[in-house]
């Protein structure tokens, strides 16, 4: 096949033109129509790619319950996976706070730029700190209670209450293991079939990717720099180096971290691995959602990596929802630059501190764009970093959003990887890639 009928190339050539048709239409002043008439379709991608992201985790997490052989195999397959998830996302905070104690971003922003950032971006930094607010007035086991979801049909009408499906779907696998097999067959097979239905829209809906991904970036680019390039310009060059230390966390995270998983405890290598994912890498730069993501990396974790679907159908969904090393590495570096910019010193106990709510923050940010800046107001808080300081970071966050997606997409395929072969789940003969 020729390199560019390769989805993945498809997909970087819709990329790399939507990022050009971005920054023509911005330079030309055609923001208005990209909203009108491109930026449409990058949300038609994204509710398809969302649609199907409930009825798949219902399906595949209720069967591949349903189809193990005991309850010990879920238990011990959850804590494995819980306990990596909580691993890598430490390992990721101590990633973020090494580089940005090393190179002192915030030292570098002229005092001027830092006025100029908190007046311009001083109301949406008050929506967020509100946000935040709300959500810490409440008891510090809340997170337990949200998981349990009161009505199923509530649960489900929502992408942000993808754990309470997630935990319906355990629920209903249990009870199904423990009822007759001839009771229980019609229903599974039911789940199965539609499981199989799910996939097969997903690879249809791939097929749009490029024109959604190519809709996407032309829309993102525009509503940051509306008309005016130049002022996109100015926040790049004021927070080029903080943007620099999170994209190098992110890199060392992703091929230090995921590249020695992979390497010493699976059979595969990081190149396979890598151009297995690149599609739903690509959906998450574009999309900035790892829940939007979801359906994409199930497809490329089980059919290009041959990843089983009982460990991909449980770690992946509950990695989107929980797992954001990503998120986590970034709200270390951006609450310590923060901090820098307005010449507060966070002395070794703050820097605890931060690892320590960021890994509670991270499993709390829902799968959804700009979640993580909310939580960061969280992290702020704990450390005494007045949360206004948001607006400092708010100009870029977006870019940085996309980036930190594709490095919380990476981290659920790679531990789905990893349980995977420790439990001698992969299938047979997986399509290769
Ligand atoms: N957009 C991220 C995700 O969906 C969350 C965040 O960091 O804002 O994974």
């Not at 940005?100 to 950032?117: C, H, I, S, W, Y």
Request: charged content about 15%.
């Amino acid at each position: 096949m020729p390199w560019y009928r390769k989805l993945h190339w498809q997909i970087i050539i819709g990329l790399v033109l939507g990022l050009l048709f971005g920054i023509l239409a911005a330079a030309q002043g055609w923001s208005g129509f990209t909203s009108d008439w491109i930026a449409p379709w990058g949300q038609i991608f994204l509710r398809l790619l969302l649609l199907i992201a409930v009825p798949l985790v219902l399906a595949s997490l209720i069967t591949g319950v349903a189809s193990l052989s005991d309850l010990k195999k879920l238990s011990r397959i959850g804590g494995k996976t819980i306990a990596i998830y909580i691993g890598t996302t430490v390992i990721a905070l101590i990633i973020g706070l090494v580089l940005v104690n090393l190179f002192q971003p915030g030292a570098t922003v002229p005092d001027e730029m830092r006025e100029k950032l908190q007046m311009t971006f001083a109301d949406q930094a008050q929506a967020g700190v509100e946000t935040a607010a709300s959500r810490a007035e409440k008891s510090p086991i809340q997170p337990l209670v949200d998981m349990v979801p009161g009505n199923f049909f509530e649960a489900a009408s929502s992408n942000r209450n993808m754990l309470q499906i997630v935990f319906f779907a355990i629920f209903a696998g249990i009870g199904l293991l423990m009822i007759p097999k001839d009771k229980s067959k019609p229903l599974l097979d039911l789940f199965e079939s539609l499981n199989d239905l799910v996939i097969r829209m997903v690879e249809i809906i791939m097929l749009f990717a490029p024109i959604g991904v190519f809709a996407l970036m032309a829309d993102t680019i525009t509503s940051i720099a509306g008309d005016d390039l130049g002022q996109i310009m100015e926040l790049i060059t004021a927070l080029g180096y903080y943007c620099l230390v999170v994209l190098a966390g992110l890199i060392v995270h992703m091929f230090l971290t995921y590249g020695s998983m992979i390497k010493f405890f699976t059979p595969k290598t990081w190149g396979e691995v890598a151009r297995a994912l690149a599609p739903a890498q690509l959906v998450a730069f574009s999309t900035s959602s790892s829940g939007a993501t979801l359906p994409v990396t199930m497809e490329r974790v089980e059919k290009e990596l041959g990843v089983s679907e009982e460990v991909s159908s449980f770690v992946l969904p509950l990695g989107a929802t929980i797992n954001m090393d990503g998120t986590g590495l970034y709200q270390a570096v951006a609450a310590v630059f923060i901090a820098q910019t307005i010449g507060m010193d966070l002395d070794l106990t703050a820097q605890l501190t931060i690892v320590f709510t960021a890994v509670l923050a991270s499993i709390g940010t829902a799968a959804v764009p700009g979640a993580g800046i909310i939580m960061l107001v969280i992290i702020l808080e704990s450390v005494g970093v007045p949360s206004a300081g948001i607006a400092l970071i708010l100009g870029v966050d977006r870019i940085l959003d996309m980036c930190r997606t594709v490095t919380n997409v990476t981290g659920d395929a790679t531990v789905a990887t990893v349980v995977a072969a420790s439990e001698g789940e992969f299938k047979t003969a997986p399509v290769p890639a």
